[in-house]
């Protein structure tokens, strides 16, 4: 059906333009000419008759290109422009930092509960990296004050780990009988109170040993807690992207360390170190608190979850958080430590955290000092050197975990990923390491070396997983058990590189040859002994030497 007739205008403007239009409904197609062609411009009439006005009132025209002789156009058919008050650049950038904020609280409130409980327990992991290389940057300046030599500085960092290695059977513990989110923000608190009493006694060796065996008491609980947790709320099929991402904060705890530590060292001295580190624990165990609390209104369930213990855990709950393993269980406050000890897979997972961790403790103490007396750097240039290992970490954990998880859904075994990315996580940085004694360029043994880091990072989809194939309901404790073998490498690990440095003044023999020899001998014990089949853990009988001895093993039955 044919519209109504044009209406040809009046020129619109000096040029001889002409417009027309015609009416339609509440608004009116307007027709400008310029040269032969009609452009079609719809407007509003309403507002067209009130521009119009304006327009007739303040005799204002808009000239077009030059070059256009008729394309003058009436400011009335064009949206006026109201006056906008541009705000300064200070204001602009709070008005963003606001807007960010708003959309990071939005998206935090649209996670599901497990997911907060996993970031937040990464975000443990990053302060609890945080203070480890705290000390390992912070030992330099501290050994030219007081004058240790390199075994006394390898003494000072590996004290650290005698807490460490004490409390990890009893955090194991602790977490199944309390659960891991009531032991997690007590070892925070703890870390974060010793951590920052370390400039009040740094003049003295024993109190400065003291309050680092402190600080390790309370890291100590952190592993077996999040395990606790991750056990009885993650279902199995995303526990290795979800384990990836947790560990992955001591990667990130490793970047933040070696980017403030230096500029706090530089400009306020290597005591606000550990002041500022200490609060930011202070402030996660607040925070923490808050969350828990929020989630125990907000989703009773998965609260439920990370607060159940071995004397109440449930066939019920176990089914509704998708673990196979936990069906049919009896919950009961007893540990079969015996059979634990007795299972071979177990055996073999303790052998490989100790193989792991030599590699991880003596580097990650050691690798500032190496680069500043290898590559004559300062201390702010080696710490800036010695981010490129977390950074491929992180880059490593992020597809890790993923990859092993896809393994899994495609149908491979459990036990082959398992083994796979572990092989992964050992021979590949055991051939960079290699590499790294044998050439002499220093910007290829930095690259080397940070490889063989990122490679490691494979063990987030490997070592670091299975304690919860084996048995989710003994979790906690496995990751105690592993980890107190894994933490003998910080004691004398670190001690023990220092010590051959100072005798032979050889890096590739104190630092490089021992990790090498102990990749080789894990991936050959992980990959022929380990599984990640469940274990049942029945056979608890007592061992023939608590027979023996019976009356001296109050515990015997």
């Known amino acids: 059906m044919a519209g109504p007739a044009w209406r040809a205008g009046a020129p619109c403007g000096p040029g001889g333009g002409l417009w027309r239009g015609r009416r339609g409904g509440k608004g009116l197609a ?50 006026r422009r109201e006056k906008v008050d541009v705000p300064r650049p200070g204001e602009q950038v709070l008005e963003s930092a606001e807007a960010v904020l708003s ?18 327990s990464s975000l443990a992991f990053v302060l609890c990296n945080l203070d480890k290389v705290n000390m390992s940057v912070a030992i330099i300046p501290m050994a030219r004050q007081f004058g240790w030599g390199a075994s006394v500085a390898g003494l000072v960092q590996s004290g650290f780990f005698w ?31 010793a951590t920052a009493s370390v400039p009040g006694v740094a003049a003295s060796l024993p109190g400065l040993c003291l309050s680092r ?114 069906k049919g269980d009896l919950a009961d406050a007893h540990v079969p430590w015996r059979a634990i000890l007795r299972s071979q897979p177990v055996q073999a997972l303790m052998f490989t955290h100790f193989c792991n961790n030599w590699f991880q403790y003596t580097f990650m103490a050691w690798l500032p000092s190496y680069l500043t007396d290898t590559l004559s750097l300062d201390l702010v240039h080696a710490a800036q050197v010695a981010l490129l290992p977390p950074i491929a970490g992180i880059l490593t954990s992020s597809v890790a975990g993923p990859m092993a998880d896809f393994l899994v859904e495609r ?72 980890n107190t073998t894994g933490a003998v490498p910080g004691i004398f690990g670190v001690f023990f590189v220092g010590f051959l440095l100072d005798q032979t003044g050889s890096w590739p023999i104190a630092l ?45 039955e």
């Open 411 to 482: 149908g491979w075994e459990t036990s082959v990923v398992r083994k796979l990315a572990q092989c992964m996580a050992f021979l590949g940085p055991a051939a960079c390491l290699t590499a790294a004694t044998l050439t002499e360029d220093s910007v290829l043994r930095v690259g080397l070396i940070t490889t063989a880091l990122g490679l490691s990072s494979f063990s987030m989809a490997g070592l670091y997983c299975n304690h919860q194939d084996l048995s989710p309901k003994y979790a906690s404790f496995l990751l105690g058990l592993t």
């Open 512 to 556: 490089f040859i021992p990790s090498i020899l102990s990749f080789i001998a894990g991936t050959f014990v992980f990959t022929k002994y380990a599984s990640s089949e469940q274990e049942l853990f029945d056979n608890d009988q007592p061992f023939e030497l608590e027979r023996r001895l019976g009356a001296l093993l109050p515990w015997t």
């Open 163 to 193: 807490g460490y290695i004490l409390s990890q059977l009893p955090g194991g513990y602790l977490c199944g009988r309390f659960s891991g989110r009531k032991v997690l923000p007590v070892g925070v608190g703890l870390w974060a109170l």
């Open 213 to 326: 065996a402190s600080v390790g008491l309370g890291e100590a609980v952190a592993p077996s807690a999040i395990t606790d947790m991750v056990a009885h709320c993650v279902p199995s099929g995303e526990r290795s992207r979800a384990i990836s991402f947790i560990f992955g904060g001591l990667h990130v705890g490793s970047i933040l360390g070696l980017l403030l530590a230096p500029v706090l060292i530089e400009h306020f001295g290597w005591q606000s170190v550990f002041l500022v580190s200490g609060a930011a624990a202070v402030t996660w165990v607040v925070w923490w608190e808050r969350l828990v609390a929020d989630m125990a209104a907000t989703d009773p369930e998965v609260h439920g979850l990370i607060t159940q213990t071995t004397t109440v855990r449930t066939d019920g709950q176990a089914a509704a958080k998708g673990d196979p393993a936990a």
């Open 30 to 79: 307007v027709e400008v000419r310029a040269g032969k062609k009609y452009h079609t411009v719809k407007v509003d009439r309403q507002e067209l008759a009130r521009q119009a006005k304006r327009v007739r009132r303040e005799r204002a025209m808009v000239p077009a290109r030059r070059g256009n002789s008729g394309a003058y156009v009436a400011e009335a058919i064009r949206p």
């Open 103 to 120: 959309m990071a609280a939005d998206a935090w409130e649209d996670l599901p509960s497990r997911y907060r409980v996993v970031a937040a």
